[in-house]
Nanobody, 123 residues
């Protein structure tokens, strides 16, 4: 069982930055791939970034490549999402997720989720 708690959301102007963090419980945290999804009003939840258990492999949605960076600290059981050059279209609730092996693009295939943190980017 893995429990996830996100933090770091807020209101920022376009062009600004935010750093999201997700604290995970569980002694085998390092065996889980981690990911960040987001869901805007009226839209489906989408994966924006994922990272392997070791941290050696990362992937990003095309819409955030070059602006967002996912990282993890297995000693502290945390995963972070550094978001730079934020745009109004990045406005959404951001969720941390965990899955043994590989994070799946389909939300229903990832068993563990945080409660979400709101990110609002004003124009």
């Amino acid at each position: 069982q893995v429990q996830l708690v996100e933090s770091g959301g807020g209101l920022v102007q376009a062009g600004g930055f935010l750093r999201l963090s997700c604290a995970a419980s569980g002694r085998t945290y390092y065996t889980y791939a981690m990911g960040w999804f987001r869901q805007a009003p009226g839209k489906e939840r989408e994966c924006v970034a994922a990272i392997s258990g070791s941290g050696d492999s990362t992937s990003y949605a095309d819409s955030v490549k070059g602006r967002f960076t996912i990282s993890r600290d297995n000693a502290k059981n945390t995963v972070s999402l550094q978001m730079n050059s934020l745009k109004p279209e990045d406005t959404a609730v951001y969720y941390c997720t965990a899955r043994p092996g590989v994070v799946k693009q389909t939300p229903g295939q990832n068993p563990y989720w945080g409660q979400g943190t709101q990110v609002t980017v004003s124009s």
